[in-house]
C-alpha cells in the first residue's frame, strides 16, 4: 500500500515558480510517478511522470520547458517544477503512483494506482 500526499501549491502571478512535491510511505521509489491536474469544469490531464529510476521522463506538450518532474527515492518524494507559469496553469494537481510497468498508456490516469488528495495551484494574471 502507498499513501500518497501532495505540497507547495498555493497562488502566484502568471510568470512565477512553484514546486509541488508528492512525499508518499510505502515503496513508491519502485513506481513509476506522474502528476494529473484538474481544473474545474475540465477533464483531468496528464501532466508529467518519471520512471522508478528517473531515467525516463515523459511530459504533456503543454507543460514542456516550462516544468522539471524529479525524483529523490531516499527521502521518498517526487517533485514538480513548475516555472513560467500561465493563468491555464491554473487547477488541482495530483500525484498518483503507477505500480505496472513503463509503457505508452504512462500518460492515461487509468493505469495508476495510487492518488493523493490534490493541491492546489492558482495562476493570477
Known amino acids: 500500500q502507498v499513501h500518497v500526499v501532495e505540497s507547495g501549491g498555493g497562488l502566484v502571478q502568471a510568470g512565477g515558480s512553484l514546486r509541488l512535491s508528492c512525499a508518499a510511505s510505502g515503496r513508491i521509489s519502485s513506481y513509476a510517478t506522474g502528476w494529473f491536474r484538474q481544473a474545474p469544469g475540465k477533464e483531468r490531464e496528464f501532466v508529467a511522470a518519471?520512471?522508478?529510476?528517473?531515467?525516463?521522463?515523459s511530459y504533456a506538450d503543454s507543460v514542456k520547458g516550462r516544468f522539471t518532474i524529479s525524483r529523490d527515492n531516499a527521502k521518498n518524494t517526487v517533485y514538480l517544477q513548475m516555472n513560467s507559469l500561465k493563468t491555464e496553469d491554473t487547477a488541482v494537481y495530483y500525484c498518483?503512483?503507477?505500480?505496472?510497468?513503463?509503457?505508452?498508456?504512462?500518460?492515461?490516469?487509468?493505469?495508476?494506482?495510487?492518488w493523493g488528495q490534490g493541491t492546489q495551484v492558482t495562476v493570477s494574471s
Open positions: 518519471i520512471s522508478w529510476s528517473g531515467a525516463t521522463i
Open positions: 498518483a503512483a503507477d505500480v505496472g510497468n513503463w509503457g505508452p498508456t504512462i500518460q492515461l490516469g487509468a493505469e495508476y494506482d495510487y
